[in-house]
């Protein structure tokens, strides 16, 4: 097992030029190379890719990788020849003759990664290549596209069921960002996944900071955020296609380069505005949720929310398209009470069109609830998304988002604010007899000289222009707070309006104190996180290799990120390695990029240097500035397991201790016999189970676990196949 590891980082360092690898991705590689199905749920920038293209080269065979879209497809190939890495793709944006000659050089065995959608892969023809190579892996991205309980369900996706029925001595492997747990087990059934490896990752992503603000003006708030990402990728989710036209038409107006993208576009404009936010020409878009998936730029600084999504699962999956790289970035979303209330209608409305189920309703009103009690419990936006998906948020203060960072600022004298808005709505019921909107509420309270409150003589009561001086839009947003509180009642038809209800006339009695909230006025300071990341990093050297890679990537016609990372070009501004064997100690710096880029931005560090008298060859901390999750190989965990296996503790003594799944403690076991080499296991397994798959092993003649277990007729766990082979490994390497 040890000897693997060492093989697997020979390979991710070669190609990559990382140095360790990232959480389960050794366990679901292990699981690739046994030939054992898995379902492998990693959060966005989690190194789920890296999970399916390492095997490959291990095996030194063909597998297949099933993608959603052409654009996706393109910019992994792209990145992986950047790499230096054999892959291709066969899709309709390519020429007959570009996928004739795919073909050939599958046939010719010069490929290890073919990306296909799931219409092509179940072709007759591809069908017929995939059987000729004796394919034995596919990988299945995005695959909570399969689940009619994930946020993207996809029909066409259901149909890859076949897979298992045409190809039953082929592992699957399905990999996504987001998936609760039911999602995960419906995914394994639909699949028809035998005993896979549920292998899921942390969905926490420290990296992000989340903040939830309270919407006024949409376009002003905006705008203030884009500043404070300059020249930076970000994506601004609206609701409509109307409603991104209009977004993105602000943004040009206050200076900041900006696109609109949604279904409505014709095909070729959708492709130019993509393409132009991939190469960085391009900073903002402001999008539906159309542009998703076949996002890849994993330098994206900022997301953003104009209103809130329909899902706590569509927003972890929306914002964890920001920060890919692992480095800091912001998600921002305007909230006001008006949102859950205008889906609601729009679900009622879609429903009906659809002569839906009550429950298919219901549900979707569920999902509603979620995201609304998300956004307006005051509450570690950490914590709330990892409970979401059923895990524990490991501390108090996540030091990364607006609540723990005591931005949220609450209005001065709120009883009072609430009381007059809730007196002015009975005023002015009590004076018409019927009730009225928000926007009418909120030209009474601002003492608007309007038509319609002239004509409704909503003038004349005493509480017209009670809140003078407070902008419209802030008073609205905060009788969407009292609606959210449930001190204030509004209806659900399509002129909606509110009533008051018997919270509302405890607050004007005063029995009953309230709590509103007001944007933040404070200057939005960087994270600890951000602060870390720069810390070291020469922002203009920075700035200069970053113009460096633009140049490359648009005579190269790839995004710029497929040429270095951000965090690649941060450690190069750190560390200003003036050496070849310096330059390649920087993370993301693999054989086959030195060979293309590497000359290049060495000269222009030693230039840079040069000019402004800048220090050298600075390594003395490179590697702890790393982002957490790749400092080390050796977790916590995996020495303590060590400690207690050598005390001769059990495999279910140390998962209990450490909180770990056995598949997990028995992978820590592995590496620990390999490394150890005792002469007996005796104390973690039978010796009845020992030689069984000793024997089978024999008549096998394989070393991968799948065989073995189905020879055994399934008698022997994996986790025991996985250790007697590690056993029987370290045997032979002694004699």
């Known amino acids: ?85 054999p892959a291709a793709a066969i899709h309709s944006g390519h020429t007959p003759a570009e996928n004739a000659e795919t073909f050939q050089n599958l046939r010719d065995g010069h490929l290890r990664l073919i990306f296909v959608s799931p219409e092509r ?75 896979p490896a549920m292998l899921v990752g942390v969905f926490d992503r420290p990296n992000l900071t989340y903040r939830i603000v309270p919407r006024t003006d949409v376009y002003a708030q905006t705008v203030e955020v884009l500043r404070r990402h300059k020249n930076e990728g970000a994506i601004v989710y609206c609701l409509s296609r109307k409603d991104t036209e209009a977004m993105a038409a602000a ?33 903002v878009v402001a999008a539906t949720v159309a542009f998703g998936m076949g996002i890849d730029r994993s330098n994206v600084r900022c997301v953003l929310h104009a209103t809130m999504p329909k899902s706590v699962d569509h927003y972890q999956q929306e914002t964890g398209r920001a920060g890919r790289d692992g480095l800091e970035a ?10 859950p209330i205008r889906w609601k209608a729009l679900i009622a409305k879609s429903a009906a069109e659809a002569d839906a189920s009550a429950e298919v309703v219901a549900a979707h009103q569920q999902l509603i609830e979620q995201v609304r009690r998300y956004c307006s419990a005051p509450q570690c936006r950490h914590r709330a998304l990892s409970e979401h998906f059923g895990q524990k948020f490991p501390k108090d203060d996540c030091e990364a988002c607006d609540v723990c960072l005591n931005e949220t600022e609450g209005v001065e004298d709120a009883t009072e604010t609430a009381q007059k808005i809730l007196s002015n709505i009975a005023r002015m019921e009590r004076m018409s007899g019927f009730a009225f909107g928000v926007a009418h509420t909120a030209d009474v309270l601002t003492g608007a000289n309007t038509e319609a409150v002239r004509k409704r003589g909503h003038d004349q009561v005493t509480t017209y222009g009670l809140l003078k001086g407070t902008p419209k839009q802030s008073i609205k947003n ?29 607050v004007m009695r005063g029995e009953r104190r309230v709590q509103l909230v007001r944007p933040p006025s404070q200057e939005i300071k960087k994270t600890r996180a ?34 270095f990372g951000d965090r690649t070009l941060r450690e190069l501004a750190r560390n200003r390695p003036t050496t070849e064997n310096n330059f390649r100690k920087i993370h993301g710096v693999g054989n086959a990029k030195w060979e293309k880029y590497g000359r290049q931005f060495l000269n222009e560090v030693v230039s840079c240097c040069e000019r402004h008298d800048l220090s050298t060859n600075s390594f003395n901390n490179a590697r702890d500035q ?87 007729n399934e008698s022997v766990s994996y986790g025991e196949i996985r250790l007697v082979l590690a056993h029987l490994e370290t045997c032979g390497e002694s004699e």
């Open 1 to 85: 097992m040890g000897s693997l590891l060492s093989q697997i980082l020979e390979q991710v360092r070669s190609y990559w030029g990382f140095d360790a690898l990232r959480p389960l991705q050794e366990e679901a590689i292990q699981a690739s190379l046994d030939g054992r199905d898995s379902v492998v749920v990693m959060p966005t920038g989690g190194g789920k890719s890296l999970c399916y293209q390492v095997p490959p080269l291990l095996s030194d065979s063909t597998h297949v990788v099933v993608s959603p879209l052409i654009s996706l497809m393109k910019d992994q190939v792209d990145g992986l020849l950047t790499c230096g890495y």
């Open 121 to 195: 892969l179940l072709t007759s023809s591809f069908l017929r290549l995939a059987r000729e190579l004796d394919i034995r892996s596919f990988a299945i991205d995005e695959a909570h596209c399969i689940s009619q309980w994930g946020h993207d369900f996809r029909p066409e996706y259901r149909q890859l069921a076949l897979l298992k029925q045409d190809f039953p001595k082929a592992s699957v492997h399905a990999y996504t960002a987001t998936a609760t747990q039911r999602v995960r087990e419906d995914i394994a059934v639909q699949l028809q996944l035998e005993n």
């Open 251 to 283: 943004l040009r107006k206050a200076g900041v380069n900006a696109a609109s993208y949604h279904a409505g576009l014709d095909a070729k404009h959708r492709l130019r505005t993509q393409e132009a936010f991939a190469n960085e020409s391009l900073d």
């Open 330 to 339: 912001e998600c921002v979303l305007f909230y006001s009470a008006a949102d």
């Open 478 to 506: 905060l009788i969407y707070q009292l609606v959210d509180q449930e001190l204030l009642s509004q209806s659900l038809d399509d002129r909606p309006v509110l009533a008051l209800n018997r919270a509302s006339w405890e």
């Open 530 to 563: 951000g602060e870390i990341s720069w810390d070291g990093v020469d922002e203009g050297l920075f700035g200069q290799l970053r113009t460096l890679r633009s140049k490359i990537a648009e005579k190269q016609h790839v995004p710029a990120f497929v040429v």
């Open 626 to 712: 790393a982002t957490p999750v790749m400092r080390a190989t050796e977790s916590p965990a995996k020495v303590a397991a060590f400690s207690l296996f050598e005390k001769g503790a059990s495999v279910d003594k140390v998962a209990t201790s450490l909180d770990r799944a056995k598949t997990t403690v028995f992978g820590y076991l592995g590496e620990f016999v390999a490394s150890t080499q005792p002469a007996s296991i005796e104390k973690w397994i039978s010796k009845a189970h020992y030689e069984a798959v000793a024997h089978a092993a024999c008549e096998v003649d394989s070393k991968l676990l799948k065989p073995i277990y189905e020879h055994l």
